[in-house]
């Protein structure tokens, strides 16, 4: 039996950020991107669902405004972390 969970915040932070490092003029190569994702994630507190229907009701789900203020403020710190010291 295979087990398959997924981490909606994934999604969700990846779809935020882009317009975010587009504005601050972060470079939107993939690495600088898996960066950003990867810092914010790791400090976010991980949303684990285990079916599809899962899934899709978390992701219809509002965050709270105290979540969505932190993961916009982790993702505004992540790309000036990334802007200042690109891996590229």
Do not use: F, W
């Not at 999604?11 to 950003?36: L, N, P, Y």
């Not at 229907?53 to 790309?79: C, F, P, R, W």
């Amino acid at each position: 039996m295979a087990v398959k969970i997924k981490n909606v915040m994934e999604d969700i932070v990846i779809g935020r950020m882009g317009s975010i490092m587009e504005k601050a003029g972060c470079c939107m190569c993939d690495q600088c991107q898996s960066d950003v994702a990867a810092y914010v994630l790791s400090k976010l507190t991980p949303k684990y669902v285990s079916t599809v229907s899962g899934e899709l009701y978390s992701k219809s789900v509002q965050l709270d405004t105290h979540m969505e203020n932190d993961m916009v403020l982790l993702i505004a710190e992540a790309v000036k972390l990334v802007t200042e010291k690109p891996r590229h």
